[in-house]
Nanobody, 130 residues
């Protein structure tokens, strides 16, 4: 069974940076598209960023584009989210997810829809104070 574990969350002041990491088990991890999503209190889950299996394709939500960078190290079975210039509105629980769809794998595509992902981590809290 594929297992994903997030780490790196914490409490920081506005303007600071954090780096989230997601470590996964499973020998096929390096073929999966990976995504980061977040959910703030009282709000719906929203897409943050995604990266294709090869790392050659990325997608970002408009709210984080230019501030966040998603990357992966397939040799280490990890995907990371570098978050810079953090704002209070970035406060949320951040979730790592993996997509095992074969057709998207062949297109090297990372989807932005949460319903497309098959495996999820437990989440890590990010709190940005003003």
């Amino acid at each position: 069974q594929v297992q994903l574990v997030e780490s790196g969350g914490g409490l920081v002041q506005a303007g600071a940076s954090l780096r989230l990491s997601c470590t996964t088990s499973g020998r096929t991890f390096n073929r999966y598209a990976m995504g980061w999503f977040r959910q703030a209190p009282g709000k719906e889950r929203e897409f943050v960023a995604a990266i294709s299996g090869s790392g050659g394709g990325t997608n970002y939500a408009d709210s984080v584009k230019g501030r966040f960078i998603i990357s992966r190290d397939n040799a280490k079975n990890t995907v990371s989210l570098q978050m810079n210039s953090l704002k209070p509105e970035d406060t949320a629980v951040y979730y790592c997810a993996a997509d095992n769809d074969l057709l998207r794998l062949r297109r090297d595509y990372a989807p932005p829809g949460a319903d497309e992902y098959d495996y999820w981590g437990q989440g890590t809290q990010v709190t940005v104070s003003s």
